[in-house]
């Protein structure tokens, strides 16, 4: 089990902190100085094994937090917050050893406010509300909705701009100054006739891919009303 803020011997190194916790465990195998050296290894801390957990940023902590809750070789692993504190490549680097230990077998519960994370290293979601299961369901089943496509298109001003919307009504968002303009496309059916009006026009297509049901869009579909409301109420 991995806490959001985990408490820690702050006079012990890094060593002694596994050891310790190896053997609140009862696992003998979990005391081996060669696993725990691996254990920080592969959390980015080799090279501070010998020093006082004192000085240790909050990401270092973070990661000193995983090694712990791996040193017993876990088959189930909670994780809350892990990611919190670390920089853009630390986050990577340790969702990409959550998700190695799901791949060998671990079940992995993970819990995060960061959505970007959750989608990074989790198969299933479960979103709380309050303390309920709101909802559960595959991530990739969501990320899979096909939700039409998006175009990018060379754009010279008002008049190519109010072209491509005679065909799609839908889009209100004006058209950006730098030569270029962005619109989505509902229906797969409308991108022969908006290239029917970039082709008259002569304007360049700059790239046209599928659009996914992000969980910022859905979590904001689903909880967005409650959420403004409990704003406006702070």
Request: charged share 30%; proline share 5%.
């Amino acid at each position: 089990e991995f806490p959001e803020s985990p408490v820690r011997y702050d006079q012990r190194t890094p060593l002694e902190a596994l050891d310790f916790y190896a053997q609140l465990s009862g696992d003998p195998q979990a005391r081996s100085l060669k696993w725990h050296r691996e254990l920080l290894a592969e959390v980015r801390l080799a090279a501070a094994a010998q020093q006082s957990i004192r000085g240790f940023s909050k990401g270092m902590r973070q990661r000193l937090g995983l090694a712990q809750a791996l040193g017993s070789r876990p088959r189930l692993l909670i994780l809350d917050e892990p990611l919190d504190g670390l920089d853009s490549m630390g986050r990577l680097q340790l969702r990409k050893l959550i998700t190695k230990q799901a791949r060998a077998g671990t079940t992995v519960f993970f819990s995060s406010h960061v959505l970007c994370d959750i989608v990074a290293v989790s198969d299933r979601l479960v979103i709380l509300d309050g303390v309920l299961f709101s909802l559960s369901f595959m991530t990739v089943e969501l990320l899979g909705e096909d939700r039409g496509l998006e175009l990018e298109f060379s754009c010279n001003g008002t008049a190519d701009w109010e072209a491509v919307r005679a065909v799609l009504p839908y889009v209100k968002e004006q058209p950006p100054e730098e030569g270029k303009a962005r619109v989505p496309l509902k229906e797969r059916a409308l991108a022969n006739r908006v290239l029917d009006v970039l082709r008259t026009r002569e304007l360049q297509v700059l790239s046209l891919t599928p659009r996914r049901h992000t969980l910022e869009e859905f979590f904001l579909e689903r909880f967005g009303s409650e959420a403004s409301r409990i704003s406006q109420e702070d």
